[in-house]
């Protein structure tokens, strides 16, 4: 499909009142290209393969909402678990030169359980987040995994801090719906490296 690689921001903004926090991540995708498909030209594909260009337009958004209490919290280390409700989008547009287009446009909500753990070591920091569920409605089904690993550098520590941030953060969502004439289904990955600044006051 000649899709290549995105490079989307994401914006992560959390509040926190002694253990208890409240969190909102934001992670628009977008992905273009222009490939090719082959196709079964002629009545029921009978007259042969043909080979068209193909346009493809695909845009991906997740918002994830997330409430939290640390079982730990030490000025060094911190582990608790949340729970929340996240909301994806899945846009996309595949138009052949000949053949059937391929459009669907449709927005799911589902809810997750959250666990995450940072440290600290000296001005070095590391940690593990973790948004997951995997669960069967009355015949809808949900498959949500979201993990991401971090590695960082305190940059300042006076009243208000700041971090530089990288690492990795994978995403899978997986959603079956039954509706009354047919099943709607979604499945999508997105994963790779990001690089940020933090600021905590």
């Given at each position: 499909m000649g899709v290549d690689k995105s490079h989307s921001a994401m914006l992560s903004l959390t509040a926190q009142y002694k253990r208890f926090g409240f969190g909102i991540n934001y992670m628009p995708t977008s992905f273009k290209g222009e490939?090719?498909?082959?196709?079964?030209?002629?009545?029921?594909?009978?007259?042969?393969?043909?080979?068209?260009?193909?346009?493809?337009?695909?845009?991906?958004?997740?918002?994830?909402?997330?409430?939290?209490?640390?079982?730990?919290?030490?000025?060094?280390?911190?582990?608790?678990?949340?729970?929340?409700?996240?909301?994806?989008?899945?846009?996309?547009?595949?138009?052949?030169?000949?053949?059937?287009?391929?459009?669907?446009?449709?927005?799911?909500?589902?809810?997750?359980?959250?666990?995450?753990?940072?440290?600290?070591?000296?001005?070095?920091?590391?940690?593990?987040?973790?948004?997951?569920?995997?669960?069967?409605?009355?015949?809808?089904?949900?498959?949500f995994l979201d993990y991401k690993i971090d590695l960082g550098y305190r940059l300042f520590d006076g009243k208000v801090k700041g971090d530089l941030i990288g690492g990795y953060r994978e995403v899978n969502f997986a959603v079956k719906l039954d509706g009354e004439s047919e099943d709607v289904k979604t499945d999508f990955a997105l994963s790779g490296p990001f690089l940020g600044i933090r600021v905590i006051y």
């Open positions: 490939g090719y498909a082959l196709i079964g030209a002629g009545v029921g594909g009978g007259g042969g393969i043909v080979k068209t260009p193909l346009s493809t337009d695909i845009n991906i958004s997740m918002l994830l909402a997330s409430s939290y209490y640390n079982f730990i919290q030490t000025p060094k280390s911190v582990f608790g678990v949340g729970v929340g409700l996240g909301q994806s989008r899945l846009d996309i547009s595949i138009v052949p030169d000949y053949g059937n287009s391929i459009v669907y446009d449709g927005t799911t909500p589902f809810g997750f359980l959250n666990l995450h753990f940072s440290n600290r070591y000296k001005r070095f920091l590391y940690g593990l987040s973790v948004n997951a569920i995997s669960a069967e409605f009355g015949g809808s089904y949900v498959d």
